[in-house]
């Protein structure tokens, strides 16, 4: 491998990586909004009284059932982001993994080079 592969797999490398940083960030952001969403829909079920949701900076009084129809909603997609997140990180870190192969053995190739000289 030429130095010139090599500069490109090592910048390929280090995209892949933050790439794969910010899928993680990502997913574990979902994670917490799913364990926010979980315990709310565990407090609507214990309400009997009125229930107030949040939109943008305003409360707006609704109906538990509504409430609880939005919650259910928004964990579904939430669950559907972080399953194709899920996938994404898997799929970076083989391609992540590969590459890493690829520059040891170069690497690796240029330290023996280096030393039969």
């Known amino acids: 491998m030429d130095k010139k592969d090599l ?15 910010s899928v993680m960030m990502q997913k574990h952001q979902l994670q917490l909004q799913l364990s926010e969403i979980d315990l709310a829909l565990k407090e609507l079920d214990k309400t009997n009284g009125e229930v107030f949701k949040s939109i ?3 409360m707006i009084k609704s ?3 509504e409430a609880k129809k939005d919650l259910d909603e928004r964990k579904k997609l939430s ?3 972080v399953n194709s ?3 994404q990180e898997d799929q970076l870190k ?3 993994e590969d590459l890493k192969v690829i520059l040891e053995e170069a690497l ?5 080079g280096a030393g039969a000289e």
């Not at 500069?7 to 940083?21: A, D, F, G, H, I």
């Not at 690796?108 to 023996?112: F, H, S, T």
């Open 63 to 65: 109906s538990k059932e």
């Open 108 to 112: 690796g190739q240029g330290k023996d």
């Open 79 to 81: 669950d559907i982001r």
């Open 7 to 21: 500069e490109k797999n090592l910048v390929q490398y280090q995209n892949l990586e933050r790439q794969l940083q």
């Open 56 to 58: 943008g900076s305003i």
């Open 94 to 96: 083989v391609q992540l």
């Open 85 to 87: 997140l899920k996938k």
